[in-house]
């Protein structure tokens, strides 16, 4: 069922739950692929209903960003929810979620800012603001679903680590599932940015991934000293990949590492033209 306001989720949900039954929520921006639809046949496994909400939120886009081009693909969507099974595709408009005349700037909305030791570092070094934006429409469709589970990709790990601590400190009564990245069979993680790529430029974009599988099968023969382990990657690039970061962090605070472990996450972001790419590895699976 497509749901296009606030209101109809809401009465929606209320008869849900005086049947006693569970919640799934799978919050995206859609042009869904295989990705979106692991977190979504996880839910439907796991909840009595489940709700996929399609919003491309204005509010976590920075200036100069991707914001109208972002690609848009309702129809499509809806069909990939129903075939999997979804009982809500919540699909609102910018209005619907922010109001009239949605004035987005911090000095008219109420925000839920994260705190700024998760958000100084990798994505949130160059997209100023962008997790205020994505923990305030998290928020905001917590509120409206009311959901008993939230299902996130490992592929936005920050994302995912920065939402867990929010939960965490604003004791949301909502349990956060993480779900792991899905990928090509060439490696190249699934994303909505991926059709933004020509076809050389997908072969260009393999290096995100070689790059993580070698420093993890460099890890599993013995060598653990980050600054090693980075240098490895330089091999790997040439002048069609613009480097962004390629940083050694723990997997729960972000905190940098100098010696990998157990808990340690390499992420890397780099632009291929125009298009920026992230993606993530665990190098041990804990
Ligand atoms: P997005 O539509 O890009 O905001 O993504 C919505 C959700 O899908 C987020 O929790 C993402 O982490 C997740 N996701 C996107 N791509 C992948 C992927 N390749 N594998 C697993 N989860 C993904």
């Not at 995206?28 to 996880?42: F, N, P, Y």
């Not at 922010?98 to 700024?116: A, K, Q, R, W």
């Not at 993890?216 to 091999?235: M, N, P, Q, R, V």
Request: glycine content about 6%; hydrophobic content about 40%.
């Amino acid at each position: 069922m497509l749901i296009h306001t606030i209101a109809e989720v809401r009465e929606q949900v209320k008869e849900w739950r005086k049947q006693g039954l569970s919640i799934g929520l799978v919050p995206t921006m859609g042009a869904l692929h295989d990705g979106h639809k692991s977190l979504i046949e996880k839910s439907v496994e796991k909840c009595d209903k489940t709700v996929v909400s399609v919003f491309v939120n204005p509010i976590q886009f920075c200036p100069g960003e991707d914001l109208d081009k972002y690609p848009r693909t309702l129809e499509a969507d809806e069909k990939l929810c129903n075939d999997a099974g979804v009982d809500i595709v919540f699909a609102p408009s910018p209005k619907e979620m922010y109001g009239e005349g949605h004035i987005l700037s911090n000095d008219f909305l109420t925000y839920v800012i994260p705190p700024y030791f998760y958000t100084d570092k990798l994505c949130g070094k160059s997209r100023v603001g962008h997790f205020d934006g994505v923990c305030t429409v998290v928020n905001k469709l917590f509120n409206i679903v009311q959901p008993d589970f939230a299902f996130f990709g490992e592929k936005d790990r920050q994302q995912l680590i920065i939402l867990k601590k929010m939960v965490k400190d604003l004791n949301i009564p909502i349990q956060i599932i993480p779900c792991p990245i899905v990928r090509e069979e060439s490696g190249l993680a699934l994303s909505s940015r991926n059709k933004y790529l020509s076809e050389n430029d997908k072969k260009e974009a393999l290096v995100l991934s070689k790059i993580l599988f070698n420093i993890k099968a460099c890890y599993e023969k013995g060598i653990k000293d980050c600054k090693l382990l980075h240098e490895t990657a330089f091999s790997y690039l040439n002048e069609h990949h613009s480097l962004e970061y390629l940083e050694f962090r723990d997997a729960d605070d972000l905190e940098e590492k100098k010696i990998a472990d157990k808990n340690t996450i390499v992420f890397i972001a780099l632009k291929i033209g125009d298009v920026r790419l992230i993606d993530n590895i665990a190098l041990e699976n804990v």
